[in-house]
């Protein structure tokens, strides 16, 4: 299979406070991984490209200050948004790709709400 | 900019019928093609991958591509209720690794 699973599922946090959101290919090894957006009624957004060992690659427009990500083994890879604020509230999907395969199969998903 | 396109919907299609979605993009270095479904309130979820010109098919669906046309489509044959969902057409290549997605095609199997 190609499984990958993200956590939470779901979080609420205060303007101005920290998340971070862990995915991780539970069945294979992913020497790239994704993270994207989605705000309501739209569709996928790129934010940036996790490569295992080395910096992420931010889309244009995608602040990396603001949204840390760091890919320090083949399985896991974390998206840490720092001082949320309520324009940050979206659904952000990280996704792994096989590294024989330019499939890529995503995590169920992180629902953040900023207040 | 790369761009995908889709016809946002709904495409409304009667129960065992076939649903044919389509999608065209505008980088002609794209090399990589993906359909993924999504249910509401869900991440998307890979159907069907293609790379080379011409048919693939995978159960009841069949990817076509012809990248001279600059196009993807996707047939569902003997439609389903539980086909019902959001199908993204989405594109990878042209030096990156990212997939650019299509806004996607709301799907509706009416019984």
């Known amino acids: 299979g190609a499984v990958v699973s993200q956590h939470p599922s779901r979080v609420i946090c205060k303007s101005g406070t920290s998340v971070k959101i862990e995915c991780r290919s539970l069945?294979?090894?992913?020497?790239?991984m994704f993270w994207y957006r989605q705000f309501p009624k739209k569709s996928l957004m790129l934010m940036a490209t996790?490569?295992?060992?080395?910096?992420?690659?931010?889309e244009q427009g995608v602040e990396k200050d603001k949204f840390l990500i760091n890919h320090a083994s083949l399985t896991l890879s974390t998206l840490t948004v720092t001082s949320a604020h309520p324009e940050d509230s979206s659904f952000y999907i990280c996704?792994?790709?096989?590294?024989?395969?330019?499939?890529?199969?995503f995590g169920p998903g992180t629902r953040l709400t900023v207040t | 900019q790369k761009e995908v396109e889709q016809n946002s919907g709904p495409l409304s299609v009667p129960e065992g019928a076939i649903a044919s979605l389509n999608c065209t993009y505008s980088?002609?270095?794209?090399?990589?093609f993906f359909w993924y479904r999504q249910y509401s309130g869900k991440s998307p979820e890979l159907i069907m991958s293609?790379?080379?010109?011409g048919d693939k098919e995978d159960g009841r669906f069949t990817a076509q591509l012809n990248k001279a046309s600059q196009y993807v489509s996707l047939l569902i044959r003997d439609s389903q209720p539980s086909d019902s969902a959001t199908y993204l057409c989405?594109?990878?290549?042209?030096?990156?690794?990212?997939?650019?997605f299509g806004k996607g095609t709301h799907l509706i199997i009416q019984p």
């Open positions: 996704s792994a790709r096989r590294d024989s395969s330019d499939e890529q199969y």
């Open positions: 069945d294979f090894q992913a020497t790239t």
């Open positions: 996790s490569n295992e060992g080395s910096k992420a690659t931010y």
């Open positions: 980088d002609r270095g794209s090399q990589s």
């Open positions: 293609i790379y080379s010109n």
């Open positions: 989405a594109v990878m290549g042209g030096g990156a690794d990212g997939l650019t």
